[in-house]
């Protein structure tokens, strides 16, 4: 483990042990890490690190997966700045990170309640986390609900881990896309309606959110709709965060101020914000 | 079940009143399709009303490409249809349960002469229905605007 006073300070060398394809198009790849000497702390779902991939800019990526293993996962878009370097590195390559940071998930409000997860497209990679966790503490929720939308078949991220989600019991997952083609025999439209649509108990819920903010708008108002209250909402706003840097403040730098989840009431006035 | 308790576990009339209710049951009847069948077809005269109890159901349009990829898919809770409100009476799209679905099935002509009779369940039927189409244009709107980008 890498000692305490070290921790997000120098990125942390980790070898690339598998590289996965999300994607036919071949836009989005999955990267399976392992430490080469020292780890980096265990994460908690919802946290990011910082990807330093050699001759390129560092950039932030959220964490998708287990919290309970060495390993680090990171799914990545490759029309970020440094993904001309992420495109040519190969399994073996080593990279650094530095992390974990931000807000986690507030995971221990949803012991013993319905935890209902809405994702929108990449927004699957941080809730990710969350079903790894669930999956090996079945007992601390209720129910878990994966309420999933993305564009089309065609996107569906970590398809078998979601062929493999639908089969768990405690599991209530649900996929809809924008577009379906002839030979799609699942859900077409909004990820809202599939909201409307799972029998959690609002009472007794607490929902996570992540995905685009045109869409977390549509979202909160379904839950809203549904019974949850606006305390019981958590949405990740990873477009809207700043880094420490720009503020001039003396922590190290981009370690984030806060977020990047934040309770429904407390990042509320940024959905009516008009974009410039 | 019978249709006036399967009308009063209906989100669809879930505001209206038990004798609403009752009057709405006069012009329905419980309905099934197996998969593959069509509750209403692109262009034939719209002459029914469906509640979906239980069950799914594509809306497609026909003849726009091979295959017809539907649009949208509709489950329990949720309503087919608003044709049988406005003429012509034609339905638009075509409707198919992608799996054996139950539905309430309202005759139109029926559900239509009640409303105009009796206001009060006009205005419940129609401000619901007018819930309905926001909602889908709402969702429309988002499906176009391709807010997920590649994922």
């Known amino acids: 483990m890498v000692p305490e006073s ?24 999955t990267w399976r890490l392992q430490p080469l000497e020292s780890a980096l702390p265990r994460f908690q779902p919802g946290q990011f690190n910082v990807i330093y991939p050699p001759g390129a800019d560092e950039f932030p990526g959220l964490i998708g997966g287990d919290p309970e293993s060495d390993e680090v996962m ?30 986690p998930w507030p995971i221990q409000q949803a012991r013993g309640k319905d935890l209902v997860l809405v994702a929108g497209g990449m927004g699957l990679t941080s809730l990710r986390s ?19 939308g ?56 607490i929902a996570f959110v992540c995905g685009p903010e045109i869409m977390m708008r549509f979202s909160v108002l379904a839950l809203q709709k549904h019974g949850v209250s606006d305390e019981r909402i ?14 001039g403040d003396k922590r190290p730098p981009n370690l984030p101020e806060a977020g990047p989840i934040f309770r429904f009431d407390q990042v509320e006035h940024f959905f009516s914000v008009r974009e410039p | 079940m019978n249709i006036a308790e399967e009308l009063a576990g209906h989100p669809f009339c879930a505001a209206m009143t038990s004798e609403q209710q009752a009057k709405l049951a006069n012009c329905a009847r419980q309905q099934s399709f197996r998969k593959g069948e069509f509750l209403l077809l692109q262009n034939s005269q719209a002459e029914a009303f469906f509640l979906i109890v239980e069950g799914q159901v594509e809306i497609k349009v026909a ?27 034609r339905w638009h799209f075509d409707a198919v349960a992608c799996q054996p ?27 619901r229905l007018l819930e309905v189409v926001a909602q889908r244009l709402q969702a429309t709107r988002l499906q176009l605007s391709d807010v997920y980008g590649a994922a």
């Not at chain 1, 969350?130 to 999933?148: G, P, Q, S, T, W």
């Not at chain 2, 490409?65 to 049988?84: C, H, Y």
């Not at chain 2, 679905?101 to 401000?127: E, N, Q």
């Open chain 1, 6 to 29: 070290q921790i997000g300070v120098s990125p942390v060398p980790y070898r690339i042990t598998a590289m996965r394809p999300e994607l036919e198009s071949g836009e989005i790849v």
């Open chain 1, 74 to 103: 990171h799914t990545l878009r490759s029309i970020k700045p440094a993904d001309a370097s992420a495109r040519v590195l190969q399994v073996g390559d080593v990279i650094g990170l530095r992390g974990p940071f931000g807000s």
């Open chain 1, 130 to 148: 969350i079903l790894c966790h669930a999956m090996r503490h079945r007992d601390y929720f209720r129910k878990v609900y994966l309420l999933y």
């Open chain 1, 150 to 205: 993305t564009r089309d078949p065609m996107n569906i991220l970590y398809r078998d881990d979601v062929i493999a989600w639908e089969r768990r019991p405690h599991l209530h997952v649900q996929v809809t896309v924008d577009r379906g083609g002839a030979a799609w025999r699942g859900n077409v439209g909004v990820v809202t309606k599939l909201v409307d649509r799972a029998p959690f108990d609002p009472a007794e819920a």
């Open chain 1, 234 to 247: 958590y949405l990740l706003m990873e477009r809207q965060m700043k880094c420490v840097i720009d503020s």
């Open chain 2, 63 to 89: 003849q726009v490409s091979p295959g017809e990829a539907p649009l949208e898919t509709l489950g329990a809770g949720e309503a087919v249809g608003w044709s049988w409100y406005l003429p012509p009476y």
């Open chain 2, 101 to 127: 679905t139950r539905v309430i099935a309202f005759d139109a002509d029926c559900l239509r002469s009640l409303m105009a009779k009796d206001h009060d369940v006009g205005y419940a039927v129609t401000s």
